[in-house]
């Protein structure tokens, strides 16, 4: 209930709450700032506010799960079969509408698969998500042969290229998402839950909350969130490749960890997930500009995360 | 532990009995289906396949046991075969060895410090070197493929001794050693105590946390050496080794009937459970599926597996 009220109180006073992946983001950006001369120029700014989108929009997801005590290892599956099946749709010739809507329901099924079984049958969550990621993984493997589908209509561009009122559309989906996501929070009965479901569900339970059915919603908000994020990553790449996402649902548990999003007890918030993602983000920029790839961003991200969890372990027992 | 000592008669019953049927099931399945499925060719590629990934799968058990999980163990296949690969090639197999059992074994006692010491959940810091090593198996291989191994190492994945392919007979030597392990020494039960009752297991005054260390441990060591068996086999390697594996793994325990709340379960259980997994692949090569269907045939049996016993169990209580 403590959780609860905390997490009731204005976004500032939670952004002031949770300082740790601010203080880390703002050490990396001086850091690679002093590095790469590059990485402040204001077109690499951009780069990571738009490659930071589709990540934060997945968080934000992620975040909910945690928040109940759960997690979610299949996001990034999923997210690879919506853009699977989105981009199948549309190489023959189906209507973009259809398309997007196919995707949704994807991720929104996966996502009641999940919390059916972690909410009904009383299943681990790592083990059902595991279990489904790689039931999604297959499947988009099996859609597409492992191949890449290409030739999509120009119009999917739009998710990833598309200005409106001077913003890229990218980072005004992740702007729609996050306030969206604030509101159902922080000012709604399914908000309060989420946080009362992680602080103590059996009180919840004993009050006569639904508490299954609310779980559920929480695993289909996020498969929803996934399909959202497909949009963006099928329009960047102009294609639709089934393990686009294998590891975003790792970034995302980092992003949330870091954000201060604790595993236990429901304590955390989305504003520590958005600056937790967008530390990832300028890690992983950073380590590229000074020459470090992707087998290294995978090693240092891992080494990032295992390390904050550890110090928020160390400092709860002291 | 007196709880889950009562309880095993039951649960162990259900396990039996399910997994025989499905066993039995399969096997009147595919020697309908496939004249070629009792011969004794295709019996010895089921042996093998079914060592392989108990191999794999055992450390994993004794982890399971305690009630933890490690989600690292495919990608520290992957990290110690890439790093036994750079020495053997070259042909020093027996410094490939032990390199690559000391990458997998620096691994799991790094992955037992964070669960015991530091209290991290088991999930989360498994997860975290699930990365970290796979990261590092990129950076060791750069992208590349090393193989082409001395005919000698190449023995242990591929070769046979008295007509049994090796990999088995490594296996059934590990089959046979955990189980004494796990029933007849302080350590083994004292494994089934932590999954039972983590609290009280700590106040009867067993080193709870060492212990712990050494189960993780063993679970990494493991975990390298069905790595090195994969590369003798397949004559490669690269940072995608074992990349596969983890689910297969722990449909195996699970399949077995291990429970993942932890003090319930026992080494002979993930021997049949690789089994189940090795006629299911073998099964559906049998019938022309495709590989890309093989991850969700065991993504679907790891939930089916884990949903009876969850299910079965609530229904005794």
């Known amino acids: 209930m403590n959780a609860a009220a905390r997490a009731l109180r204005m976004p500032l006073a939670i952004s002031l709450e949770l300082p740790g992946a601010a203080y880390l983001l703002a050490l990396l950006a001086a850091a690679f700032a002093l590095a790469s001369p590059e990485f402040s120029s204001p077109r690499n700014l951009g780069n990571i506010a738009l490659q930071s989108a589709a990540l934060i929009i997945v968080s934000l997801g992620m975040t909910l799960v945690i928040l109940t005590e759960g997690i979610d290892l299949s996001l990034g599956a999923v997210l690879g079969l919506c853009g699977v099946v989105m981009g199948l749709m549309l190489a023959s010739h189906g209507s973009l509408p259809t398309a997007l809507g196919a995707a949704l329901a994807i991720g929104i099924i996966a996502g009641c698969c999940n919390g059916a079984l972690v909410a009904y049958a009383g299943m681990p969550p790592f083990i059902v998500t595991l279990g489904v990621y790689g039931i999604a993984q297959s499947l988009a493997m099996v859609l597409t042969q492992g191949n890449s589908v290409t030739g999509l209509p120009p119009a999917v561009r739009w998710f990833n290229e598309g200005v409106w009122l001077g913003v890229p559309v990218p980072i005004l989906a992740m702007a729609a998402v996050f306030a969206f996501t604030w509101l159902l929070l922080y000012r709604t009965r399914f908000g309060r839950y989420v946080f009362a479901i992680g602080g103590n569900r059996r009180a919840l339970e004993l009050a006569g909350v639904p508490v299954r059915a609310w779980l559920v919603a929480v695993y289909a908000y996020a498969g929803l969130l996934a399909a959202i994020a497909s949009f963006i990553m099928t329009a960047r790449m102009n294609a639709a490749h089934p393990t686009i996402a294998i590891g975003l649902e790792f970034d995302a548990i980092a992003a949330v960890i870091l954000g201060g999003t604790s595993f236990e007890k429901g304590y955390g918030g989305i504003w520590g997930t958005l600056v937790g993602a967008l530390a990832v983000a300028v890690l992983r920029n950073g380590l590229n500009l000074i020459g470090l790839g992707t087998e290294w961003q995978v090693a240092v991200v891992g080494l990032v995360i295992v390390s904050a969890v550890a110090l928020d372990a160390l400092r709860n027992r002291s | ?317």
């Open chain 2, 1 to 317: 532990m007196i709880a889950a000592v009562q309880r095993l008669p039951t649960e162990m019953l259900f396990v039996v009995v399910t997994r025989t049927a499905f066993v039995a099931a399969l096997v009147l399945l595919l020697a309908i289906v496939s004249p070629h499925f009792l011969t004794t060719d295709n019996m010895v590629i089921v042996l093998r396949q079914a060592a392989l990934q108990f191999l794999m799968a055992a450390g994993l058990t004794l982890v399971v046991l305690t009630g933890g999980i490690d989600l690292s163990v495919g990608a520290v296949l992957g990290l110690a075969a890439c790093v036994g690969a750079g020495f053997i090639v070259k042909g020093y197999v027996l410094l490939g060895i032990l390199a690559a059992l000391g990458a997998g074994l620096a691994c799991g006692i790094v992955n037992g410090a964070l669960v015991a010491y530091v209290g991290i959940p088991a999930f989360i810091a498994t997860y975290g070197m699930l990365w970290v090593a796979h990261g590092l198996g990129y950076v060791f291989m750069k992208g590349e493929v090393i193989h082409g191994f001395p005919a000698g190492f190449r023995a242990l994945g591929a070769g046979f001794f008295a007509s049994l392919p090796i990999p088995v007979i490594a296996g059934a030597l590990l089959l046979l050693a955990l189980h004494v392990v796990l029933h007849l020494t302080r350590f083994g039960r004292a494994l089934y105590a932590m999954g039972g009752n983590p609290v009280a297991a700590r106040l009867t005054g067993m080193p709870t946390k060492r212990y712990l260390v050494t189960v993780y441990a063993l679970s990494g060591m493991l975990a390298a050496f069905a790595g090195l068996v994969v590369i003798a086999r397949v004559n490669a390697a690269d940072s995608g080794t074992g990349e596969e594996l983890l689910l297969t793994a722990i449909a195996a325990v699970c399949l077995g009937g291990t429970s993942l709340f932890g003090g319930v379960g026992g080494i002979v259980g993930t021997a049949i459970g690789s089994l189940i997994l090795a006629l299911v692949v073998n099964g559906m090569n049998m019938l022309g599926i495709a590989t890309f269907w093989q991850a969700f045939a065991m993504g679907v049996i790891l939930i089916l597996a884990v949903f009876a016993d969850v299910t079965f169990k609530r229904r005794m209580s």
